[in-house]
């Protein structure tokens, strides 16, 4: 029957193992050679002998990996070293949302539609939203309300929050995750294109819980989630006004 691991880890898939082994007291033979084997995918790989002492075994693929190691001496004395590893080379990804009172570009121009007695504005609404200096952010062939249409606007009591998962095949668990406020120009709050080269500034904060932002002024909020293998997620922006 296979043996069980002796123990399961996560790593990246840059991480290296080191491996060493010695004959010890009080009568080593010494003359020490190793072999390893490894699983992936269902299929097994190996042994590769190894020679020289210590050594590494790198290049991992995302994936799970049962990893055997085994060291024998000149009498053939052996230990076998039996483990599992988990490859997680994708980052999370962190998603942010406001509750409370917020408004956008497309609530003015969606009653606007309907101010002018149209029960079912649809395209004709968007069309008139796009020639009055909104921005649509999105698939523009599905046009949706929440998150994706700018310029938009928070009060002082508007929770921002945040919520982090790792990543699927096999996510280590998100470690933590940072979010960063810099006051900007009104121009990056009317275009998201602006907004993106925007250049925060100041200490990045751990979030903890959902956070309020009380300057009124346009506000780049930057935020990014990193998870228990060093994945990093690439930094996302929004830049919001804020409305006291």
């Not at 590769?48 to 991992?60: A, C, D, K, R, Y």
Request: charged content about 25%.
């Amino acid at each position: 029957e296979p043996e069980e691991p002796s123990s399961c880890f996560y790593i990246d898939g840059v991480t290296e193992i080191h491996v060493n082994a010695n004959d010890p007291e009080p009568h080593p033979s010494n003359n020490v050679m190793c072999e390893w084997s490894y699983t992936w995918n269902g299929e097994s790989f190996g042994p590769f002998e190894e020679e020289g002492l210590p050594f590494v075994i790198s290049g991992w693929n995302e994936s799970r990996h049962d990893l055997t190691i085994i060291c024998r001496d000149a009498l053939g004395n052996e230990v076998r070293d039996i483990e599992t590893f988990f490859v997680d080379k994708t980052p999370p990804v962190t998603e942010k949302y406001f509750e409370g009172s917020q408004f956008t570009c497309y609530d003015w121009c969606y009653e606007t539609c309907y101010s002018y007695g149209n029960d079912n504005p649809g395209q004709e609404c968007v069309s008139s939203c796009l020639q009055n200096n909104c921005e649509y952010v999105g698939n523009q062939e599905e046009y949706q309300h929440e998150g994706l249409w700018f310029p938009m606007w928070i009060n002082s009591n508007t929770q921002v929050v945040l919520n982090a998962e790792d990543q699927e095949p096999h996510p280590s668990g998100v470690y933590a995750t940072y979010w960063r406020n810099t006051l900007v120009a009104d121009e990056n709050c009317r275009n998201q294109e602006v907004c993106q080269q925007a250049v925060g500034q100041g200490e990045w904060m751990t979030y903890q819980e959902p956070f309020y932002k009380e300057e009124q002024s346009c506000h780049l909020i930057e935020y990014y989630s990193v998870d228990n293998v060093e994945k990093t997620e690439t930094v996302k922006k929004q830049c919001v006004f804020v409305d006291k």
